[in-house]
């Protein structure tokens, strides 16, 4: 087993969420929430990583199905925290070294402060280097309770403050780096008298304590790094926070979006310098943008799409798995699904490509400086030559492929000679 490890909990239903699936599968600026807590991990340095499943157990495996690095351990009863982290102790038999243990339903923690964790655990030779956090609303968190000098005595759950307790606003946001096997002497050791009757993990510190072990908690953490989604409310609150992020990035680094509140990109978007996002776009999944385009308002650009440099997408246009070539243009009312658009080309108003045949998808290609029509049909397959052009309203049929140079009207389109 290589290390850092990390342990991400996320075995329990999420009642709050009044929902059928797993917390942790709801999605922040489309991706699961746990997708971000893995990538923040690896992020910190993790070579292992463990996610601990129990409710909707096949559904989380199955969202993370694609990285198949990550070890799943199931905790059959969601009896605690503690009880979860103790589920993986199999998986991590004769493993001696750090271990990040976090929760699945803060998506908005970044690797930054768990690197730092991990550090200053490893120099302040700590059996557990808690990170906290000082917020300006407490509610719902585990507080840090410290002593007349400053020093760590436990955590206390908000069900089980007194109302002195209560008002203190450092918190626990469940960022603990641990050293095992340490840890498993603590969570041997936990019990379930508090109010919920469940094992929990924020015991731990303070057992280690007891224990005469060296136990420090850090104030490394901001507020945003630690929202917590237990409701619908949270993760509306995770998504705008995240999309600030997002956008942040993209304008420092020369992206125009010019009313970022009513604009959504995707974080794996990448847009290039001098382009500028008009209001009301939507740019889900991996896009890339070149450099000087317009995109919007009201343009959906989905998953697979390309925009080369100059290109220009506007009002209710949709491009889907689709490359649009260098000073290509769709300004207005457009639907662009699985084509390869070549340069300067000009996508009229109202033209579709029917790329779904009810059955499968078909692809389109359309060579450089064509012209296509206003309101035009391209069904597909179908491929459109270099400097073609298709008249308005013009139905190119399937596999009626338009040659070079060639004009093509009516319906079905037809060489423009041959139609007189
Ligand atoms: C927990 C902490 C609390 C902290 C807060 C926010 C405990 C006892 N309390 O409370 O101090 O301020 O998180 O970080 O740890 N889970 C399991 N198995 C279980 C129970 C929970 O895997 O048996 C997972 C859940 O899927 C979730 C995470 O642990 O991802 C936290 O559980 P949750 O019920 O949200 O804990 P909080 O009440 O928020
Ligand atoms: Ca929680």
Same mark, same amino acid.
């Given at each position: 087993?290589?290390?850092?490890?990390?342990?991400?909990?996320?075995?329990?239903?999420?009642?709050?969420?009044?929902?059928?699936?797993?917390?942790?599968?709801?999605?922040?600026?489309?991706?699961?929430?746990?997708?971000?807590?893995?990538?923040?991990?690896?992020?910190?340095?993790?070579?292992?990583?463990?996610?601990?499943?129990?409710?909707?157990?096949?559904?989380?495996?199955?969202?993370?199905?694609?990285?198949?690095?990550?070890l799943f351990a199931t905790q059959e009863r969601q009896l605690g925290t503690g009880d979860a982290v103790r589920a993986c102790r199999p998986l991590l038999e004769g493993y001696q070294g750090a271990t990040l243990v976090l929760v699945g339903d803060e998506p908005l923690i970044r690797p930054e402060p768990l690197a730092d964790l991990l550090t200053r655990r490893e120099t302040e030779a700590a059996a557990c280097l808690l990170g906290t956090a000082i917020v300006p609303d407490p509610t719902g968190f585990g507080r840090i309770l410290r002593d007349g000098a400053g020093r760590f005595l436990r955590i206390v759950e908000e069900r089980d403050c007194s109302p002195e307790e209560r008002a203190i606003r450092e918190v626990n946001p469940s960022c603990y780096a641990f050293e095992l096997p340490g840890l498993w002497d603590a969570l041997e050791r936990l019990d379930t008298g508090n109010a919920q009757g469940e094992y929990y993990l924020t015991d731990a510190?303070?057992?280690? /304590?007891?224990?005469?072990?060296?136990?420090? &908690?850090?104030?490394?953490?901001?507020?945003?790094?630690? =929202? #917590?989604?237990? +409701?619908?409310?949270?993760?509306?609150?995770?998504?705008?926070?995240?999309?600030?992020?997002?956008?942040?990035?993209?304008?420092?680094?020369?992206v125009s979006i010019v009313d970022p509140r009513n604009t959504y990109v995707d974080g794996r978007a990448s847009i290039g310098r001098d382009s500028v996002i008009y209001p009301f776009s939507v740019i889900t999944g991996t896009v890339r943008v070149g450099v000087g385009c317009k995109v919007g308002p009201y343009a959906h650009l989905r998953d697979g799409t390309v925009l080369e440099d100059g290109v220009e997408?506007?009002?209710?246009? /949709?491009?889907?798995?689709?490359?649009?070539? &260098?000073?290509?243009?769709?300004?207005?009312?457009?639907? =662009? #699904?699985?084509? +390869?658009?070549?340069?300067?080309?000009?996508v009229g108003a109202g033209v579709i490509t029917a790329n779904f045949d009810g059955k499968l998808k078909h692809a389109t290609t359309i060579g450089d400086q064509s012209f296509l029509g206003s309101g035009s049909i391209l069904v597909a397959p179908v491929r459109i030559g270099s400097n073609a052009t298709i008249g308005a309203g013009a139905v190119v049929t399937k596999n009626h492929d338009v040659a070079d140079g060639q004009t093509v009207v009516g319906v079905p389109a037809r060489p423009i000679a041959e139609n007189r």
């Open positions: 087993m290589q290390g850092p490890v990390a342990i991400i909990l996320a075995a329990g239903h999420g009642k709050r969420m009044k929902s059928e699936r797993a917390k942790v599968l709801h999605e922040v600026c489309g991706r699961p929430m746990i997708r971000y807590v893995v990538e923040a991990v690896r992020g910190a340095g993790a070579r292992t990583i463990i996610v601990v499943v129990g409710y909707g157990a096949d559904q989380v495996r199955e969202a993370l199905a694609d990285e198949p690095d990550i510190p303070q057992l280690l /304590e007891a224990m005469g072990r060296r136990v420090i &908690a850090l104030p490394c953490l901001e507020p945003d790094d630690i =929202l #917590g989604v237990n +409701t619908r409310q949270h993760l509306a609150q995770a998504h705008a926070i995240l999309q600030t992020r997002i956008q942040d990035r993209l304008m420092e680094a020369g997408v506007g009002a209710f246009v /949709e491009v889907n798995r689709s490359t649009l070539g &260098a000073g290509s243009k769709a300004r207005h009312l457009a639907y =662009l #699904g699985d084509a +390869t658009v070549g340069q300067s080309v000009n």
